[in-house]
């Protein structure tokens, strides 16, 4: 594809229901991250999948978050028992080769919003 | 783990001012990169640099990396409107994970 897309754009969700959230990264790209943006802040890591490594889940804020990827296509972030906290935009990125020195692609982001 | 700080937080400048943002670590960083979110966008890579020293530019936009290679700076020259959003340094580290600054967003006022 032309970029990394994500769906939904927008996500609107009761406090308590399960969300799942979709990255398709560029074809190739064997490095994904998820990261989270609040209304005004940086960006915060969740997780990194590298190939076919153990991801990194050193960003994950609490077991409600999970994510999951096959081999080096598409991702998915999983939030169970959403909270209020958990409303920010969702951002998926992917990059090229082996660790790091690589420009990330973002995609345009899945806004949450947990009412 | 390894950090970055990034100041200031907020710019607000006239067109035609100068605009620098700066990133600072407390370790040596093998490499920097430098990111440009517009109000709604999405991060979009601008630069990377990896040598002690080495400046690059790209029309108005100086990036600087210093020669102990624990700083960074953007300077934007002759702001124009077309330039606000939040400007983000960004570092590798040895795990591969990309590890964001906290950004420095810049509005100009026409």
């Known amino acids: 594809g032309a970029g990394v897309s994500q769906s939904p754009s927008n996500k609107v969700t009761e406090k308590g229901k399960d969300v799942e959230l979709r990255c398709d990264p560029i074809?190739?790209?064997?490095?994904l991250y998820w990261y989270r943006q609040r209304l005004g802040q940086g960006l915060e890591f969740l997780i990194y999948f590298q190939g076919n490594s153990a991801p990194d889940k050193s960003g994950l804020p609490s077991d409600r978050f999970s994510a999951e990827r096959t081999g080096e296509s598409v991702s998915t972030l999983t939030i169970q028992r959403t909270q209020q906290e958990d409303s920010a935009v969702y951002l998926c990125?992917?990059?090229?080769?082996?660790?790091?020195?690589?420009?990330?692609?973002f995609g345009p982001g899945t806004r949450l919003t947990v009412t | 783990g390894q950090q970055v700080m990034q100041i200031p937080q907020y710019q607000h400048v006239q067109e035609g001012e100068d605009f620098t943002t700066y990133c600072n670590s407390s370790t040596t960083l093998s490499n920097i990169q430098w990111y440009k979110q517009r109000p709604g966008g999405h991060p979009v890579f601008l630069i990377q640099l990896v040598k002690s020293g080495e400046v690059k530019k790209q029309k108005r936009l100086t990036f600087q990396f210093g020669e102990a290679k624990k700083n960074s700076s953007l300077h934007i020259t002759a702001t124009q409107t077309t330039d606000v959003g939040t400007y983000f340094c960004a570092l590798y580290n040895q795990g591969g994970k990309l590890i964001f600054g906290q950004g420095t967003e810049l509005s100009v006022k026409p």
């Open positions: 990125a992917s990059s090229s080769g082996l660790a790091g020195f690589y420009e990330q692609y």
């Open positions: 074809s190739g790209h064997t490095a």
